[in-house]
């Protein structure tokens, strides 16, 4: 199911079985956050604005996913340093072995993937 020149969701997801090509840009949805958050399947970019606080993000469950999807979490406010960015799985997934990874430098971001499973790797 394509909508193609429209705003709406499509019911479908589109799959492409083999190599595609795309000759323009790429554009992925971006969401910027400035208090704790569940981030959605449907996220990509998570900006997290740290100028005023810390921020708790919670993954999706890893097996309400496909395998390879991918979040990037980003410290927009650039003060993580002072107000840590905690990421967090869904009940028992964990991201390279652990509940967290705690962004805590000026700016940081890490990119994440899932197996679909239960687990999270950092790119």
């Known amino acids: 199911s394509i909508q193609v020149g429209s705003t709406g969701t499509p019911s479908y997801t589109l799959s492409i079985a083999g190599a595609s090509f795309l000759s323009g840009a790429v554009v992925h949805k971006r969401l910027q956050v400035s208090s704790d958050y569940t981030v959605l399947a449907a996220d990509y970019y998570v900006g997290v604005d740290t100028a005023a606080n810390t921020v708790k993000l919670t993954l999706p469950q890893a097996s309400a996913l496909i ?33 967290e990874v705690i962004l805590e430098s000026p700016y940081a971001s890490v990119q994440l993937y899932c197996n679909g499973v239960d687990k999270y790797f950092n790119c």
């Not at 991918?70 to 390279?96: C, H, L, M, R, Y």
Request: glycine share 22%.
């Open 67 to 99: 395998g390879g999807q991918t979040f990037v979490v980003k410290d927009e406010g650039g003060v993580a340093n002072i107000n840590n960015i905690t990421i967090s799985g869904s009940g028992v997934d964990v991201i390279d072995g652990q509940n």
